[in-house]
């Protein structure tokens, strides 16, 4: 899910339904410059850190 957030220049909506109600719901992500530096920061960080907890034998 990160990696798809984290493309530039690519609108993301968010599609879910209430089948009690029949609702449809629709929400467009807006995302500031700001995002993308966290976004990239867990990206990088994300596997080391896998890598560490299956060298260590905690996954």
């Known amino acids: 899910m990160v990696d798809i957030l984290a493309v530039k220049d690519v609108e993301v909506y968010i599609i879910g ?3 009690r109600s029949n609702v ?3 929400y467009k992500v807006n995302r500031i410059d700001k ?3 966290v976004a990239k920061g867990y990206i990088d960080s994300l596997i080391p850190d896998l890598f560490n907890k299956v060298r260590k034998y905690e996954i």
């Open 24 to 26: 449809i719901y629709g």
């Open 17 to 19: 339904a209430d089948d």
């Open 35 to 37: 995002f993308f530096e």
